[in-house]
């Protein structure tokens, strides 16, 4: 295999959200940062690109794309580079949205995704104990989301909701979480599924992630491991009916509750790569084969 080229646009849910969104200079300067927290995700010779690389100057090179959007495909090529094959954005938007892994059932208590402001009202108004926790349909690390108190919206939770609602909301009860995981895999064009280790997660109290590493022995109990790989297996065959192939990943956490701690398997799905992608993948690199 030749020199790698990557387009790191990891600000796809923007894009995904408003079509034409265009990095900042100042998102694309974070965008160049974050690369050298990715591991081995990427060759040690690899040319980053976008949409300001000199024409043909990765000639040659195999196209990557942390997320293979036409803008990703077209800055491959203006680079020279040989692009991956990849779903069409209708096919990327579906499996990226939360609205997907809402249809393939919620798996936490209270949890709905609503599409109307009377919807979010009515499930906003659900008494619980604490807050609700409303979701963009594209975000990530802790981006698009917002904390409402039980009861009603306030009017700046209703402006917030007015602009979130063009593509659906997640709405479920915030939680206290013990610990956080990830298992990454890779989905073949033919459908053959390769999935790495579980990983422990590093997030923070906002869930921005700061680090992955391989989980331990124990880290996760034999019931919540066996839940986690089934549902890995349960998006990837969703995902494939749905026309994706490429890499991806599930999250899960553990979480306090009055009477028990719980493990949710699911708690958000990426069809893309992530920044723990290579920690959990390892030695597997199918995305590289031919």
Not at 83 to 109: I, K, Y
Not at 231 to 249: D, I, M, S
């Amino acid at each position: 295999m030749g020199p790698e080229a990557w387009v790191l646009n990891f600000a796809v849910d923007r894009e995904f959200a408003a079509p034409g969104y265009v990095a900042s200079q100042a998102v694309r300067k974070r965008m160049s940062t974050l690369a050298r927290e990715l591991g081995d995700l990427l060759d040690e010779d690899a040319r980053l690109v976008d949409e300001t690389t000199p024409v043909d100057s990765a000639r040659g090179h195999v196209g990557f794309a942390w997320s293979p959007t036409p803008r990703a495909h077209h800055a491959l090529v203006r680079a020279g580079a040989i692009p991956p094959p990849a779903p069409s954005l209708d096919v990327l938007m579906r499996v990226n949205s939360r609205r997907f892994s809402a249809e393939l059932g919620q798996t936490l208590p209270l949890a709905l995704f609503v599409d109307t402001e009377a919807a979010l009202r009515r499930a906003v108004a659900r008494p619980i104990e604490g807050s609700w926790c409303i979701k963009e349909a594209f975000g990530a690390s802790g981006s698009g989301r917002r904390l409402v108190q039980a009861g009603a919206l306030t009017d700046e939770d209703t402006r917030w909701a007015r602009r979130a609602l063009a593509h659906g909301v997640q709405i479920e009860p915030w939680v206290s979480r013990l610990a956080d995981f990830a298992l990454h895999g890779y989905l073949s064009r033919v459908g053959s599924l390769t999935l790495g280790q579980p990983c422990r997660q590093i997030v923070s109290s906002g869930g921005s992630w700061s680090g992955s590493v391989r989980a331990a022995p124990g880290d996760l109990s034999s019931d919540e491991s066996r839940m986690f790989v089934q549902h890995a297996e349960w998006v990837a065959e969703a995902r494939l009916a749905a026309g994706y192939f490429g890499p991806f990943n599930i999250d899960a956490f553990r979480y306090q509750a009055p009477r028990a701690n719980f493990f949710n398997p699911r708690c958000e799905i990426n069809a893309r790569y992530t920044m723990g992608w290579a920690v959990g993948m390892g030695k597997l690199r199918p995305d590289r084969e031919p």
